[in-house]
């Protein structure tokens, strides 16, 4: 990813989703050619003048103070998920950023401690996920509730692939649109933190070909990182369960990896429907043992 253009789409877009009135901003006295803010509105809106901001937007501020992209994010009405990308941007492109090739990559992998922690969470569906959403490990109700991992090839297991390019998952999920858009949001944030990332590179460029909906999706510039929530799931045995899911990235040493929670309201059908299904998962670990 070259910084200097990722930059330039980034600001041009979230300029885009503001209304002049709703930040405190005159109309102008002309008519505007393109929807939300004028340069010189986002420069005035940071207390920065338009020639700095321009230069900024362009990816050619240099070393920009933490003071200024704070006050660019106040500006903007930025997300923290927002505003951390476009730190992580302007760093790179001080940096002399412009893309190089990915350098290879060591697989990530997850400790046994960490393996044994999801196999010991009973009720709860469990994943841990890496850089660019490959799912790495998961528990027996999380591979049974979920897509199925265990079945599926080491390359199939990515969670923007299953969503963008396996109808039957996405036919499971009956707010597919809104967790597609959640997804590709979870990518890009991503890909401000590792930019050089040859998987993260690879799924992204992949999906860009291969799914028109993903590229839609990708050029719109959204940065989100969804802790938690509630999400719908289709099971063909016990219909549309509504489970509340936390995504939690892990610390040190495994601060690339996340990890990724389902459990369902006590006493509700949900509950009842994870439980027969975590029954069922070790009646079919004892079958195959």
Known sequence: MHAEPEINAFLKARRATLDPAEVGLPPGGTRRRVRGLRREEAARLAGISVEYYTRIEQGRGGNVSPEVLDALARGLRLTSAE???????????ARGGAARR???EVPQVVRPGLRAVLDAMDGV?????????????????????????AQRSPEERNIARLMFLHSDVAAAHPEV????????????????????SEQ???????????????????????????????KLVRHPDYGTLEL????????????ELTLLLYAAEPDSPTQAALLALSSRAELHAETVG
């Open 177 to 196: 649109a809104q967790i597609r858009r959640e997804v590709v949001a979870v990518l890009r944030a991503q890909a401000g933190r590792t930019p050089d």
């Open 125 to 149: 569906a469990a994943l841990v996920y890496g850089r660019a959403m490959d799912v790495l490990a998961w528990n027996r109700l999380g591979g049974q509730l979920l897509c199925g991992f």
């Open 200 to 230: 993260l590179c690879e799924v992204v460029g992949e999906l860009r070909e291969r799914s028109p909906e993903f590229a839609r999706l990708w050029e719109s510039q959204e940065v989100e990182e969804k802790g938690h929530g509630i």
């Open 244 to 255: 509340h899911f936390q995504a939690m990235r892990l610390p040190p040493p495994d601060e």
């Open 83 to 93: 505003h951390a990308y476009l730190r992580n941007m302007v760093q790179r492109a």
């Open 102 to 104: 990915p350098a290879p």
